[in-house]
């Protein structure tokens, strides 16, 4: 990409003298969600590069973003929220809501601030098939440099001291008995482990990936803009070289990319977007009333979700914080503290704790535990009107499968979402392995003068019984917004292959996580951001 003397002549961003054009940069990045911020960020680090960034929302309206515990009510705003029906298939069961922030930052604006690297064995089997560039080494640079401009806390030199609760001290020592050790930072990435939930969070305040642009602005060879749908890939021949984006009123505009092309729209609509473009199988893009660009049978393919299943249980009263966020009093009080010194039970996300657990004997973690000393009511947000504890179970690498397509060329009508839903029987038993591990903690001699009784699943659900694990967990769990893989990277069928170029056409990369094809982590907010910068650092350098 770069000439021999490393620099890139006449770059700029421009305004097009005809109507329909908008503006002409070297580089063109589709979406500003977690992946999106990242790769812009990377590939504006080379300041002979100009950069844009297109997206459909707008930069954050609602301040109570910057409130961690504000997700409770920003994840059903509309100006930074949509909503996509998710139904089950091929077997009956719920239809889900899947979640995703729509502005500058993504779903980092609405999310639980978790910032899970995730397990180191889990990315090095993905480099086993795709190559180094996939290895925990490389993401561990990745999450290194990112660490470095967001606000994550730094592994403290000595552990942490104990945290306040007596509920989360009574989790941290029941964990320990279960064989799941307290380390001062869970990041370490190395066997079951439990400690305190890495956030990106800074003095109190929620900080989303948007800061990762701060240095490309500040620079002036990157630029955002906002309240533009992108419609599909513009093309010339066998290369991409733009995107046509509509506005709210309905205007077209069409900008042009000089050497790249980048796709960070997310694993529900980078494929529609795809298959917008051309890009896609045929007979559907044929049913769609679009021309094939390129033939492309897996876009959209491949889906994969974390699906988690939520254990309660009743502790002793004047424990916990629901006599907190659950009265008005308490809640007049936190929020009080939060104004004055960004501090209390509204300066955190919602799971204080995180723990990697390991079901095979293998020390290799397998399962995800999330922690709170926090329990709801059942139906929504909201806290229970009893003292009460949560621990969400889910397991890090599902094998069933879903999908996402586009429906129609109409951008009102939302792609289609076919959820997994524990299809494969090594998912039923993982459901089950989740829901044992959880309660195996709550059974732990150190919560016997913390817990009163299980809530939830309730005794209708015995250990071991992986049937009932599964139904309870296919009808009560959910997915936890994590979804992965409809444009995944492999080999030659793949959407993308191991350098996240879109196989068949030039110019045109993804870099979210719909190209990675199985979880490397409990949590996918860090790792969409590292992936990013790692595209984004590769195409800067000219790979």
């Known amino acids: 990409m770069r000439t021999r003397t490393g620099h890139l002549p006449g770059a700029s961003i421009r305004r097009r003298e005809d109507g329909a054009s908008g503006l002409t940069a070297d580089i063109l990045v589709v979406g500003a969600g977690a992946a999106g911020c990242a790769t812009a960020a990377a590939l504006a680090e080379d300041p002979d590069l100009r950069v844009l960034l297109v997206e459909a929302g707008p930069w954050n309206p609602n301040p109570l973003v910057a409130v961690p515990k504000g997700f409770v009510r920003t994840m059903f705003d509309p100006r930074i929220s949509l909503e996509y029906p998710a139904f089950p298939a091929p077997e009956p069961g719920p239809v889900d809501v899947w979640r995703r922030g729509r502005g500058v930052g993504g779903s980092t604006l609405i999310n639980g601030t978790m910032y899970l690297r995730g397990e180191s064995h889990l990315y090095d089997g993905l480099a086993e098939h795709l190559g180094p560039d996939w290895s925990w080494s490389a993401f561990g640079r990745a999450f290194d440099h990112l660490e470095a401009v967001l606000p994550v806390p730094p592994p403290p030199s000595e552990p942490s001291p104990e945290p306040p609760s007596a509920v989360l001290r009574a989790l941290i020592a029941g964990l320990g008995e279960t064989g799941v050790p307290f380390v001062p930072d869970v990041r370490a990435a190395v066997g079951p482990r439990v400690g305190g939930t890495p956030a990106t969070l800074q003095g109190g305040k929620r900080r989303s990936a948007a800061t990762l642009l701060r240095p490309g602005l500040r620079a002036g060879n990157l630029r955002v803009l906002t309240g533009q749908t992108t419609v599909r890939v513009l093309t010339a021949g066998d290369r991409a070289v733009g995107v046509e984006t509509v506005t709210a009123d309905g205007g077209r505009i069409r900008h042009h990319a000089r050497y790249q092309v980048v796709l960070t729209a997310g694993t529900v609509e980078t494929p529609p977007l795809l298959e917008r473009s051309g890009i896609g199988d045929p007979d559907r893009l044929r049913h769609l009333g679009i021309d094939t660009v390129v033939a492309a049978p897996r876009v959209g393919e491949g889906l994969r979700e974390q699906r988690g ?54 020390n290799r973690p397998d399962l995800q535990l999330l922690l709170t000393d926090v329990s709801t009511d059942g139906t929504g947000l909201a806290p229970a009107d009893h003292a009460g504890l949560m621990i969400q179970a889910y397991a890090l690498s599902p094998y069933s499968t879903g999908s996402v397509h586009a429906v129609s060329t109409d951008l009102r009508r939302p792609p289609h979402v076919r959820a997994p839903l524990l299809e494969d029987l090594r998912d039923r038993a993982a459901a089950s392995h989740a829901l044992t591990a959880a309660r195996a903690v709550l059974a732990a001699p150190a919560l016997s003068g913390v817990v009163i009784g299980e809530d939830l699943p309730g005794a209708s659900v015995t250990d071991g019984d992986d049937e009932a694990a599964a139904a309870f967990v296919r009808t009560s769990g959910g997915g936890i917004y994590h979804a992965v893989g409809t444009c995944a990277a492999g080999g030659p069928e793949a959407v993308v292959d191991e350098h996240l170029r879109v196989r068949g056409i030039d110019g045109l990369h993804v870099a979210d996580l719909s190209a990675l094809p199985a979880h490397p982590s409990g949590g996918t907010a860090a790792v969409a951001m590292a992936l990013g910068h790692l595209a984004g650092s590769r195409i800067r350098e000219g790979r």
């Open 309 to 362: 299943a939520t254990v309660k249980a009743r502790i002793r009263p004047g424990l916990g914080l629901n006599s907190t966020l659950g009265t008005t009093r308490g809640l007049l009080g936190a929020a009080v503290q939060y104004l004055v010194a960004r501090t209390g039970p509204l300066a955190s996300g919602p799971y204080p704790l995180a723990a990697s657990v390991d079901s095979t004997g293998g």
